[in-house]
């Protein structure tokens, strides 16, 4: 990663945590991904070589700046999802500052309806960061839509333990995925789709 982009990412966390101490409601906070789970991701984009990259949640793109810095590196490309247009807005704008925006594609929509729509096994590697309880209605489509042997990265799994509880029982209770907990940042679930059988 270059310094101008690391300068930038740290002003961006920085900014992000004093923005959400002054928001009592969760919804006007932009919760910005911990800086050590961001970096797993770009590792994880690296070490897997994804290149077709879907983000659910945006925010103001900060997870969105670190995934396009590693899809630069495996020649891939983002897709970041996000249901509120001023929060997409405001990521393209730092995509923009961070010379990244060639890298990403932000869509306005719900994720429910982006994953329905993705073609079977369209995604290297999913990282899922929007609301919730949404979770376990996404999962038939998270699985369709990881090719084999992709990766689905779910964040505040630690952090909102409660809330994951129900979508880490359908996880678990699925034979077409292996999963792992990383106790990185609020916690990181690692989902890995069964690769194709060997010829
Ligand atoms: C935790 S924040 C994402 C943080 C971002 N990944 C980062 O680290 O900078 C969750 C985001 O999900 C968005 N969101 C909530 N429900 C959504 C939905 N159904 N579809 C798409 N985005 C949604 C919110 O607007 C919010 O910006």
Redesign the pocket.
């Known amino acids: 990663m270059d310094d101008d982009l690391d300068t930038l990412l740290d002003a961006l966390h920085r900014e992000g945590i004093e923005h959400d101490a002054t928001k009592p409601d969760r919804f006007d906070r932009?919760?910005?991904?911990e800086p050590d789970t961001a970096r797993l991701l770009a590792v994880l984009v690296r070490a897997t070589r994804a290149r077709a990259i879907l983000?659910?949640?945006?925010?103001?793109?900060?997870?969105t700046l670190w995934l396009a810095d590693a899809a630069r590196a495996t020649g891939g490309r983002v897709t970041s999802?996000?249901?509120?247009p001023d929060?997409s807005r405001l990521a393209a704008a730092n995509l923009d500052r961070a010379g990244l925006e060639s890298l990403v594609g932000l869509t306005v929509?719900?994720?429910?309806r982006v994953l329905a729509d993705s073609p079977a096994e369209a995604w290297d590697l999913i990282f899922l960061?929007?609301?919730r309880p949404?979770y376990p209605d996404y999962w038939p489509d998270l699985v369709r839509t990881l090719r084999p042997g992709g990766l689905l990265v779910v964040d505040n799994v630690i952090s909102h333990a409660d809330q994951v509880r129900d979508f880490r029982a359908v996880v678990a209770a699925d034979p077409r995925v292996t999963e792992a907990l990383a106790p990185t940042g609020a916690g990181a679930l690692l989902v890995a789709r069964e690769p194709a059988p060997a010829r």
């Open positions: 932009l919760r910005n991904v983000e659910l949640g945006t925010s103001n793109g900060y997870s999802v996000d249901i509120d929060r929509d719900d994720a429910a960061d929007a609301e949404a």
